[in-house]
């Protein structure tokens, strides 16, 4: 019998075991929040895994513990080791404690009670996906959308999110194929995992979730976003902002990565772009970081000719929370 895909109705008859992979670098107040939110949620079998990607911190601990009864595990790294490597420890803890799903979930991020109820049912009902991922909507601004899906496109290495800014103008419950699901929240199943391997540690942080969903396409599976689960997201960072010598860096590594992976025809065009770019910024633009910025860009190549992954140099952690 086919399936109608027209609506998804609950079918779950099991409830299977999540992991919550919960990235944390500094706000705490966030991560509470966070937590707090997920206390709410109608799912019960579900665990919280702490990816803490800094130094030991039993602080960290003593703030949750009291708050979830889900805390599993605060894994501390010692140093920041990225998105991908933070992510990947908190990963293979959860496969070897028994989970069937991984949601890797951003601290800053508040969820809403059925999110992950509508997630497992569409994911249970649909064995050619692989991941999937709710609405993501601003925190501010609690009907206009941050994410709903992203497309790839090969001409310039470069994903695009569809319905970014727009407001919610109807609820629909129908999945929607995409390119692949943000990591500010992703739902992964395990066979997943099993068939393309983790996150690529190359990449630092910026398209390592773009890989992850390409890579689970070329295997025959889908990326879903089922657009009745919703999350809000605060949208703040802390690594200096959209322009910031350490946003530059990584785009720039990352992206020429991501050519080499899916677009080695456009790595000659996009070297001319980026020493463009660095011409521009020496000489055309203003402010005191222009010389970083550019430094920045020119790194960035090199160390992607080297083979050179981390977190970059240290003048590029500059810290400034935006919104």
Same mark, same amino acid.
């Given at each position: 019998?086919?399936?109608?895909?027209?609506?998804?109705?609950?079918?779950?008859?099991?409830?299977?075991?999540?992991?919550?992979?919960?990235?944390?670098?500094?706000?705490?107040?966030?991560?509470?929040?966070?937590?707090?939110?997920?206390?709410?949620?109608?799912?019960?079998?579900?665990?919280?895994?702490?990816?803490?990607?800094?130094?030991?911190?039993?602080?960290?601990?003593?703030?949750?513990?009291?708050?979830?009864?889900?805390?599993?595990?605060?894994?501390?790294?010692?140093?920041?080791?990225?998105?991908?490597?933070?992510?990947?420890?908190?990963?293979?803890?959860?496969?070897?404690?028994?989970?069937?799903?991984?949601?890797?979930?951003?601290?800053?991020?508040?969820?809403?009670?059925?999110?992950?109820?509508?997630?497992?049912?569409?994911? #249970?009902?649909?064995?050619?996906?692989?991941?999937?991922?709710?609405?993501?909507?601003?925190?501010?601004?609690?009907?206009?959308?941050?994410?709903?899906?992203?497309?790839?496109? /090969?001409?310039?290495?470069?994903?695009?999110?569809?319905?970014?800014?727009?407001?919610?103008?109807? #609820?629909?419950?129908?999945?929607? #194929?995409?390119?692949?699901?943000?990591?500010?929240?992703?739902?992964?199943? @395990?066979?997943?995992?099993?068939?393309?391997?983790?996150?690529?540690?190359?990449?630092?942080?910026?398209?390592?979730?773009?890989?992850?969903?390409? @890579?689970?396409?070329?295997?025959?599976?889908?990326?879903?976003?089922?657009?009745?689960?919703?999350?809000?997201?605060?949208?703040?960072?802390?690594?200096?902002?959209?322009?910031?010598?350490?946003?530059?860096?990584?785009?720039?590594?990352? @992206?020429?990565?991501?050519?080499?992976?899916?677009?080695?025809?456009?790595?000659?065009?996009?070297?001319?772009? =980026?020493?463009?770019?660095?011409?521009?910024?020496? =000489?055309?633009?203003?402010? /005191?970081?222009?010389?970083?910025?550019?430094?920045?860009?020119?790194?960035?190549?090199?160390?992607?000719?080297?083979?050179?992954?981390?977190?970059?140099?240290?003048?590029?952690?500059?810290?400034?929370?935006?919104?």
């Amino acid at each position: 019998m086919a399936i109608d895909n027209k609506a998804i109705v609950p079918v779950m008859q099991k409830h299977p075991k999540v992991a919550i992979i919960i990235l944390h670098l500094k706000a705490l107040p966030c991560l509470v929040d966070c937590v707090v939110s997920l206390n709410k949620i109608t799912y019960q079998n579900f665990n919280i895994i702490i990816a803490h990607n800094g130094p030991e911190s039993t602080a960290l601990l003593d703030t949750l513990a009291p708050i979830s009864r889900h805390i599993r595990k605060v894994i501390d790294m010692d140093a920041n080791i990225g998105f991908t490597g933070a992510n990947n420890v908190g990963i293979r803890y959860a496969l070897r404690d028994g989970a069937e799903y991984i949601l890797l979930l951003n601290d800053d991020t508040e969820v809403a009670p059925d999110f992950l109820n509508k997630l497992i049912d569409v994911a #249970e009902l649909r064995l050619d996906a692989g991941m999937l991922g709710p609405k993501i909507l601003f925190y501010d601004q609690p009907q206009k959308i941050w994410f709903a899906g992203g497309k790839f496109n /090969p001409e310039t290495c470069m994903a695009s999110s569809l319905e970014v800014d727009q407001t919610v103008q109807h #609820e629909n419950s129908v999945p929607i #194929e995409s390119d692949f699901i943000t990591g500010c929240a992703l739902l992964v199943k @395990r066979n997943a995992i099993e068939k393309i391997g983790l996150l690529d540690e190359r990449i630092f942080i910026y398209c390592e979730d773009l890989d992850w969903g390409l @890579r689970l396409i070329k295997a025959g599976l889908k990326n879903l976003v089922v657009p009745d689960a919703k999350i809000w997201h605060k949208v703040s960072i802390t690594v200096g902002g959209l322009d910031s010598p350490f946003t530059i860096y990584h785009k720039t590594r990352s @992206r020429l990565l991501m050519a080499k992976l899916y677009a080695p025809k456009l790595l000659y065009k996009l070297h001319r772009k =980026f020493f463009r770019d660095i011409i521009w910024l020496l =000489f055309k633009s203003h402010g /005191p970081s222009k010389i970083k910025k550019a430094g920045a860009c020119l790194l960035a190549m090199i160390d992607y000719h080297t083979g050179e992954t981390g977190k970059g140099p240290d003048f590029l952690m500059t810290t400034r929370k935006i919104k």
